[in-house]
Nanobody, 121 residues
Framework: QVQLVESGGGLVQPGGSLRLSCAAS????????MGWYRQAPGKQRELVAV???????NYADFVKGRFTISRDSARNTVTLQMNSLEPEGTALYYC???????????????WGQGPVVTVSS
């Protein structure tokens, strides 16, 4: 069984920083793309940033220059450093990973539970 466990959400003032982490564990053969999505109240879930197994990155236009995604492939973890946060960044932030479980040998998308990030003064 595979699971993603996230940490690092919370309350931050506008202009502040937060760091989100996500660790994949379980019966894993390999981890491909890892990324972060967010869902604000009343809105659809949207991509924030993604990083491939080769460490190529892609960011949503609204976070470029402020957020940095990184991964530790040896530990199957992905981190999102968020700087200069804005009130519009208040949302649930979900970790997503495309994983090949050692039990099935086919890639499957796994999601974390989504830590809450609240940007407010």
């Amino acid at each position: 069984q595979v699971q993603l466990v996230e940490s690092g959400g919370g309350l931050v003032q506008p202009g502040g920083s937060l760091r989100l982490s996500c660790a994949a564990s379980g019966t894993i053969y390999s981890v491909n793309d890892m990324g972060w999505y967010r869902q604000a109240p009343g809105k659809q879930r949207e991509l924030v940033a993604v990083i491939t197994s080769g460490a190529s990155t892609n960011y949503a236009d609204f976070v470029k220059g402020r957020f940095t995604i990184s991964r530790d492939s040896a530990r199957n973890t992905v981190t999102l450093q968020m700087n200069s946060l804005e009130p519009e960044g208040t949302a649930l932030y979900y970790c997503k990973a495309k994983i090949i479980p050692s039990t099935s040998w086919h890639p499957v998308d796994y999601w974390g539970q989504g830590p809450v990030v609240t940007v407010s003064s």
